[in-house]
Antibody
Framework: EVQLVQSGAEVKKPGESLKISCKGS????????IGWVRQMPGKGLEWMGI????????RYSPSFQGQVTISADKSISTAYLQWSSLKASDTAMYYC??????????????WGQGTLVTVSS | SYVLTQPPSVSVAPGQTARITCGGN??????VHWYQQKPGQAPVLVVY???DRPSGIPERFSGSNSGNTATLTISRVEAGDEADYYC????????????FGGGTKLTVL
């Protein structure tokens, strides 16, 4: 069974750093892209970026380039999303999801349970 | 960049048919995927490649795509179908990350 298990909720202060994780199991972790998706309170889904754990090829949405860092450790089947200096506007739910290529398109077929990040002074 | 437009809300009575649209320029030439997100839960894929259903998704969920509009159709709507629904495409010719529609809140009356 394919599973993506994310790390627990975080409460941080502005300016602090943070790294959240997403551990994959039940499939070949190095053979599928993993994406990160932000959902701000009461808002829709926003694609932040993707990583191919097999070779760590990473692509960022222009909206998030330079704001976050996506990485992966294939030895432990885990992808990461990190911030060096959080802002209150980073308060959101963050989802990781597996990206599946199908018929020259891509979609997210499995999702993590989400990690709630709250940034408040 | 490619833009997907969804109505903010759709309302339907139980047992009726709900149709949720996703508009985009020549979207019929792309593969469209749909996600259901219930309150407090992660999104779930309900339709991929315009009209295919993942294992475990009821046949009541179907999709179509032509011209400038893709449609998610939910037949015999149940109270448990009340959720937000998002369409998604992969458009590698432009900004590839603006690929989600804004979402539609389905209310079961």
């Amino acid at each position: 069974e394919v599973q993506l298990v994310q790390s627990g909720a975080e409460v941080k202060k502005p300016g602090e750093s943070l790294k959240i994780s997403c551990k994959g199991s039940g499939y070949s972790f190095t053979s599928y892209w993993i994406g990160w998706v932000r959902q701000m309170p009461g808002k829709g889904l926003e694609w932040m970026g993707i990583i191919y754990p097999g070779d760590s090829d990473t692509r960022y949405s222009p909206s998030f380039q330079g704001q976050v860092t996506i990485s992966a450790d294939k030895s432990i089947s885990t992808a990461y999303l990190q911030w060096s200096s959080l802002k209150a506007s980073d308060t959101a739910m963050y989802y990781c999801a597996r990206l599946l290529e199908y018929s020259s398109s891509f979609f997210f077929d499995y999702w993590g349970q989400g990690t709630l990040v709250t940034v408040s002074s | 960049s490619y833009v997907l437009t969804q109505p903010p809300s759709v309302s339907v009575a139980p047992g009726q048919t709900a149709r949720i649209t996703c508009g985009g320029n020549n979207i019929g030439s792309k593969s469209v995927h749909w996600y259901q997100q219930k309150p407090g839960q992660a999104p779930v894929l309900v339709v991929y490649d315009d009209s295919d259903r993942p294992s475990g998704i009821p046949e009541r969920f179907s999709g179509s795509n032509s011209g400038n509009t893709a449609t998610l159709t939910i037949s015999r709507v149940e109270a448990g179908d009340e959720a937000d629904y998002y369409c998604q495409v992969w458009d590698s010719s432009s900004d590839p990350f603006r690929v989600f529609g804004g979402g539609t809140k389905l209310t079961v009356l």
